[in-house]
């Protein structure tokens, strides 16, 4: 079975700045064999796509409320994923998930293919 453990959340103020990390571990699942993705889920509401990354790092994708404020990179060698978050909003506010992506038609949604960790939370104050 495969961990994700994200760390990194925390309080900060609007304009502030993030990173966040997920580790996954597993024996069976080899880290750079597979797309990784950033989720969030804010109070009240469902889990959304954040952004994703190719198996070696070459491609990325985010969701147009985050395009330009937040950078998602990979280390293979650590199993790493992370998401630089910069200019944060209080509307960022939500606990955080990585997991492997699930693409439809080409269409990045809201699902992973992974069972979900614990998440990160973050909160942006205004």
């Known amino acids: 079975q495969v961990q994700l453990v994200e760390s990194g959340g925390g309080l900060v103020q609007a304009g502030g700045s993030l990173r966040l990390s997920c580790a996954a571990s597993?024996?069976?699942?080899?880290?750079?064999?597979?797309?990784m993705g950033w989720f969030r889920q804010a109070p009240g509401k469902e889990r959304e796509f954040v952004a994703a990354?190719?198996?070696?790092?070459?491609?990325?994708t985010y969701s147009d409320f985050v395009q330009g404020r937040f950078t998602i990179s990979r280390d293979n060698a650590m199993n790493t994923v992370y998401l630089e978050m910069n200019s944060l909003k209080p509307e960022d506010t939500a606990v955080y998930y990585c997991?492997?992506?699930?693409?439809?038609?080409?269409?990045?949604?809201?699902?992973?293919?992974?069972?979900w960790g614990k998440g990160t939370p973050v909160t942006v104050s205004s």
């Open positions: 990354i190719s198996w070696s790092g070459g491609g990325t």
């Open positions: 997991n492997v992506p699930v693409r439809t038609g080409g269409t990045y949604t809201n699902n992973g293919m992974l069972y």
């Open positions: 597993g024996r069976t699942f080899t880290f750079s064999d597979y797309y």
